[in-house]
């Protein structure tokens, strides 16, 4: 059973800071590439970042780059957003994905974390 938790959400201030954490279990966690997903409130899911298996490669959505920062441990099963410099237009539930990117994409999600951005 794959099974994937998001923590670290919350409210925070604009110009603030936060870290999402993604916790794996039922499987290898190293097998599979990672996202992290948003969907503000009556729009679209919409990609935030993405690492592949062993972390050498990362890519971002232009809202965040230079601002986000993801990464994983594999050791650790587990994988992060940092995030900070938020504005308002960052609130959004965050969701934490895993699959093969390349060919059937982002198979498991978890449930997803509430991060809200006050101006």
């Known amino acids: 059973q794959v099974q994937l938790v998001e923590s670290g959400g919350g409210l925070v201030q604009a110009g603030g800071s936060l870290t999402l954490s993604c916790t794996a279990s039922?499987?290898?966690?190293?097998?599979?590439?990672m996202a992290w997903f948003r969907q503000a409130p009556g729009k679209e899911r919409r990609f935030v970042a993405s690492?592949?298996?062993?972390?050498?490669?990362?890519s971002y959505a232009d809202p965040v780059k230079g601002r986000f920062t993801i990464s994983r441990d594999n050791s650790k099963n587990a994988g992060s957003l940092e995030m900070n410099s938020l504005s308002p237009e960052d609130t959004a539930i965050y969701y934490c994905?895993?699959?093969?990117?390349?060919?059937?994409?982002?198979?498991?999600w978890g449930q997803g974390t509430q991060v809200t951005v006050s101006s």
């Open positions: 994905a895993v699959g093969d990117r390349a060919n059937t994409g982002y198979d498991y």
């Open positions: 039922g499987w290898t966690f190293k097998i599979f590439d």
């Open positions: 690492i592949s298996k062993n972390g050498d490669i990362q």
